[in-house]
């Protein structure tokens, strides 16, 4: 597999940067990086009485530990050209779920009865191993680079701007949701964003004058090799149109010109984007469901960030045809635009940085409610670097959802909110 990767690696190279021939290029050099955290967490949810939480109920400490194993390899011609591949391994995948099958011999269809779990709960251990990023690159001084591979576009990635996260776990985008039950908390915009890291060609050029620019394509939002297409169905990568399931995005494109300069020792990034893509056809014809399609992403992104004398403030704002999460809007149905703003402040002196940040968005949330949804995230955390890659963290989060007439899966009417204290360690190599 290697040898076939370092012959692609310079077949693309040469046939796109004009690279001399391989004998002149220098071996590749592989290390290994990455990371590994240990955090107490003390969590307080809402958790209402409904089904599926009638006969149990929620503790609020717990230990959580987490880990990423990354190998990166880098290569260099002797023409100046470098090229290189990132694969990261992470700790990432939870039990399987239930199995209507393996429970009241296939007769039950909701939330598994008290002491009648599935079998299929032996299957996958708690923290199998799964890839994240994984990209090939070949870069030129003078023109740019390439990445191929599993990698975040430009505009939530390579050129992301105004996200303040570099205190404590990251406070709105760090561990907190790892240790809340349920997903309606999550950050529903953020660096990295819920595009996944969808394979994808993402470009970025060389600065110009304080300027530099960047696009990034993918055919549909699976990543790896054969995602969803092993049996085919709604889920497969492929798939053109879709009945009863669920719209996915094909043909995404990415976009963004940011600026980058220094002023009076003021630091300064400012970053403009867009986020689009098509969407795959509903086929549904059944009487008692409406046909319709789901709408592609057309969003706009706006980052603006500044620097100086050991402070960082930052803002980000996008404004689109989305629903929350970067999820597809349904044709006909709902048109109502996401608007999402993030901001952020961080300050370091020494070994310490303290910072905080916050998130607001409004959705079109259930897209048969009148009523939009609100989410509104804060965070204030530190961390305190006591040796090089070693450093201990601590943070507040407090996150809620709400949505009148919705009850949003917490069996607690329309609104939840979650509250995270988090203390640990970490340490990155």
């Not at 079998?119 to 890839?131: F, H, I, P, R, S």
């Not at 060609?201 to 055919?219: C, K, L, M, N, R």
């Not at 910072?355 to 989410?375: H, I, L």
């Not at 204030?380 to 090089?388: D, E, Q, T, W």
Request: aromatic share 10%.
């Amino acid at each position: 597999m290697r040898k076939i990767l370092l012959a692609t690696t310079a077949v693309v190279a040469t046939a796109v940067l004009g690279i001399a021939d391989a004998s002149a290029q220098q071996a590749p050099t592989v290390r290994v990086g990455g990371y590994f955290r240990f955090n107490y967490a003390f969590t307080d949810q809402d958790q209402g009485a409904g089904a599926s939480r009638s006969t149990t109920s929620l503790g609020k400490s717990d230990f959580a530990s987490d880990a990423e194993i990354h190998v990166i390899v880098e290569g260099k011609a002797a023409n100046g050209i470098s090229y290189g591949a990132t694969i990261e391994v992470q700790t990432d995948q939870n039990r399987a779920a239930y199995s209507t099958s393996t429970i009241n011999g296939g007769s039950f269809t909701g939330a598994a009865p008290a002491g009648q779990l599935s079998a299929n709960q032996a299957v996958a251990t708690k923290t199998a191993l799964d890839t994240d990023e994984m990209y090939v690159w070949v870069s030129s001084p003078t023109a740019g680079q390439l990445r191929f591979g599993d990698e975040d576009g430009v505009v939530l990635g390579a050129l992301a701007n105004g996200f303040i996260t570099n205190f404590g776990t990251g406070g709105v985008d760090g561990d907190a949701w790892d240790n809340v039950v349920g997903s309606n908390y999550r950050p529903a915009f953020i660096a990295g964003g819920y595009l996944n890291d969808s394979t994808k060609i993402v470009y970025t050029s060389p600065q110009f004058f304080g300027f530099d620019f960047g696009a990034s394509f993918g055919f549909n939002d699976g990543e790896g090799e054969d995602s969803g297409c092993e049996i085919f169905g709604t889920n497969c990568d492929r798939a053109g149109s879709y009945a009863y399931g669920s719209a996915r995005r094909k043909n995404e494109v990415q976009a963004a010109l940011r600026y980058r300069g220094s002023f009076a020792g003021v630091g300064l990034a400012a970053t403009a984007g867009f986020i689009g893509s098509d969407a795959t056809k509903n086929t549904n014809v059944a009487p008692a469901t409406p046909v319709g399609s789901a709408n592609g992403l057309a969003v706009g992104v706006f980052g603006l960030q500044a620097t100086a004398y050991g402070a960082t403030v930052g803002a980000n704002y996008a404004i689109g045809q989305s629903n929350a999460g970067l999820s597809l809007l349904q044709d006909g149905v709902d048109d109502r635009a996401l608007n999402n703003l993030f901001v952020g402040a961080s300050y370091t002196i020494q070994a310490l940085t303290i910072g905080a940040n916050a998130n607001w968005q409004t959705s079109a949330g259930n897209v048969n409610n009148p009523a939009a949804r609100k989410d509104q995230i804060w965070s204030v955390g530190a961390n305190y670097a006591l040796a090089p890659g070693l450093a201990l963290v601590a943070e507040y989060t407090s996150g809620s959802t709400k949505e009148a007439g919705v009850d949003r899966g917490q069996g607690v009417g329309n609104k939840t909110e979650a509250n995270v204290f988090i203390t640990g360690i970490r340490m990155a190599f």
